[in-house]
């Protein structure tokens, strides 16, 4: 069995910075690519980055590229957001997800948190 559990959101004025970890726990053989969603009431689920096994960092969405920074650390089996230069548009539950392989399959499947609220304002 695999898990993902989320931390770090919270209330944070315009202009603050917050920083989501996620760690993976469980059966696992290997961790491919981990990354970051959010969504905001009403609105679908949106990807905000991706990062490899190897530490690259893609796919970062415009409304964030500049302000968050995907990173991990492969011996913690987490994956980090740093988000900076917070706005109100930013409110949204925020999910991580990893692509793993867990012990005893062959394949490699997406897992998810449970997520965790950011709200932005004054």
């Known amino acids: 069995q695999v898990q993902l559990v989320e931390s770090g959101g919270g209330l944070v004025q315009p202009g603050g910075s917050l920083r989501l970890s996620c760690v993976a726990s469980g059966s696992i053989v290997v961790i491919y690519d981990m990354g970051w969603y959010r969504q905001a009431p009403g609105k679908q689920r949106d990807l905000l980055a991706r990062?490899?096994?190897?530490?690259?960092?893609?796919n970062y969405a415009d409304s964030v590229r500049g302000r968050f920074t995907i990173s991990r650390d492969n011996a913690k089996n987490t994956v980090y957001l740093q988000m900076n230069s917070l706005k109100p548009e930013d409110t949204a539950v925020y999910y991580c997800?990893?692509?793993?392989?867990?012990?005893?399959?062959?394949?490699?499947?997406?897992?998810w948190g449970q997520g965790t609220q950011v709200t932005v304002s004054s």
């Open positions: 990062i490899t096994n190897g530490g690259a960092p893609t």
């Open positions: 997800y990893a692509n793993i392989v867990a012990r005893g399959s062959s394949s490699a499947y997406d897992y």
